[in-house]
């Protein structure tokens, strides 16, 4: 169905995120948080941004998407309301790898950024959000992905897991990978020390915001053994 505001789109400032360096996601979003109501936005990319949708959204976006050919979208974003951004904006670690995916193929950041879609935003999930990151976090651990870890236990933590859930889980990678695997890779690496500094904190009193904010910033994009950004 044809949105009753597509025919301003023309009008709408125009951010190519083919020509974006760094963390293509939350540029989108600083500057999205700035457009008014009745007002829009046209994201350019080589891929479908599934990404955004969910979280534009939150912000008060709706959106229409064009194909202009395979390695071209244009989406385009129109805020009916100015939604409360609080949280929405910090919700930490974007999957900013896919634009990596993007530079390497079109045609597999294409199909990655669906797959993105289908694992992390379907519909009615029978797993929540929070499980599916502990999940994640395990695989991530058994595979040797610690810098895949860290992002998931960040993320985690912004979804609600509570510190006995943490300790349960590094109980089980204790168990899972032994000890000599948990004495040489996982207690000296960042997924660990993140894990102890949430522990920290909440002991010292700290609220879930505060936590959240001193932990994103300490193991998050500006971190160069957690970020999947291109380092310069």
């Not at 009753?4 to 125009?14: G, I, L, P, Q, R």
């Not at 993320?155 to 509570?162: E, L, Q």
């Not at 010292?204 to 291109?230: F, I, M």
Request: aromatic share 10%.
């Amino acid at each position: 169905m044809t949105k009753e505001w597509a025919d301003k789109k023309e009008s709408f400032e125009v951010v190519d995120g083919k020509g974006l360096t760094g963390n293509f996601l939350s540029t989108i979003l600083v500057k999205a948080e700035v457009v008014a109501a009745g007002s829009g936005i046209c994201v350019v990319q080589s891929f479908e941004p599934f990404p955004l949708y969910s979280t534009m959204a939150d912000l008060g976006f709706e959106h229409l998407t064009e194909k202009i050919s395979d390695t071209e979208y244009r989406t385009y974003f129109y805020r009916t309301e100015e939604k409360n951004t609080v949280g929405v904006m910090n919700v930490p670690l974007h999957p900013a790898a896919l634009t990596n995916l993007g530079k390497t193929d079109k045609a597999l950041g294409k199909i990655v950024s669906q797959f993105w879609q289908l694992v992390w935003k379907k519909e009615d999930p029978a797993i929540d959000m929070k499980t599916k990151y502990l999940l994640s976090l395990a695989n991530a651990v058994g595979s040797g992905r610690l810098r895949q870890a860290t992002r998931e236990l960040v993320k985690s933590y912004y979804a609600g897991v509570t510190v006995a859930e943490l300790d349960e889980l590094f109980t089980l990678l204790v168990w899972n990978q032994g000890v000599g695997n948990f004495a040489s890779e996982i207690g000296p690496s960042p997924l660990f020390a993140a894990y102890q500094l949430i522990g920290r904190l909440e002991h010292e009193g700290k609220s879930r915001d505060e936590v959240l904010a001193e932990l994103a910033g300490k193991y998050g994009e500006k971190n160069p053994n957690v970020s999947v950004l291109e380092q310069t």
